[in-house]
């Protein structure tokens, strides 16, 4: 595919997940190995229990330490896993930290910031879509 092919042609791209609930956990397990120029190298979370720690394979840094690992990894790309509540304070801190690219998984669409690609993926609408199809088809 052409998208493979501009991916896969230079240096690789870093990659956070922001909230490592199931949701995060899931995500980060599916994706290692698909694409070798995309690395999730990063977590982050505010529960205690999951800082500092290694969990599906990447090390958990706290929400407040953003900036300076983001900096350091050179993650551009972030992919927003937090509860719905704190999906706006969360994906401004990804902007201001230098995130360019942004893929929301909360259930909550985020505003578009200047210079930030942002996908929105929204599993509830996708299954009632689904739904929706399989309801209205006649077989």
Known sequence: SVIGKIL???KGLNVAVIGIG???RAITTYF???RSKLNIIAS???DPNKIDR?????NCYPLSRLNEIVKHENISIAVLTVP???AHDVSEMLVKAGITGILNFTTVPIPASPGV???EYDMIT????VAYFVKTSKR
């Open 84 to 86: 719905a509540d704190s």
């Open 32 to 34: 290692m190995g698909k």
């Open 22 to 24: 199931n949701l995060g």
């Open 117 to 119: 690609y942002l996908d």
């Open 54 to 58: 290694v969990i599906s394979g990447i």
């Open 8 to 10: 896969d042609s230079d």
């Open 44 to 46: 982050f979370d505010v």
């Open 126 to 129: 996708s299954l009632e879509k």
